[in-house]
């Protein structure tokens, strides 16, 4: 079992910036990459960023530039920091995690809220 924890979602202007994190427990040594969705009223779930297996990392076109996604290994933290927010942005951010168990399985954190507005 892998338990995510995100923080620091909030209200930001446009053109401002937040970092959200996500701390891992558990089974941590079972995880084979982690990464960011984020689901907007009305829409459904989305990629944003993510690491691949290989350590790479990928983007969604909207935040190209934009966003960046980072980790710290020794504190099992996966980083997103958003910069140049718009209002599109506004959406519930959840932290997804894939771990290599039986059967290998995708894991979520409880999601949290990030609001751009004026």
């Known amino acids: 079992q892998v338990q995510l924890v995100e923080s620091g979602g909030g209200l930001v202007q446009p053109g401002g910036s937040l970092r959200l994190s996500c701390a891992a427990s558990g089974s941590i040594f079972r995880i084979n990459y982690m990464g960011w969705y984020c689901q907007a009223p009305g829409k459904q779930r989305e990629l944003v960023a993510t690491?691949?297996?290989?350590?790479?990392?990928n983007y969604a076109d909207s935040v190209k530039g934009r966003f960046t996604i980072s980790r710290d290994n020794a504190k099992n933290t996966v980083y997103l920091q958003m910069n140049s927010l718009k209002p599109e942005d506004t959406a519930v951010y959840y932290c997804?995690?894939?771990?290599?168990?039986?059967?290998?399985?995708?894991?979520w954190g409880q999601g949290t809220q990030v609001t751009v507005s004026s």
């Open positions: 690491f691949t297996s290989g350590g790479t990392t």
């Open positions: 997804n995690a894939f771990v290599l168990e039986f059967p290998n399985r995708n894991y």
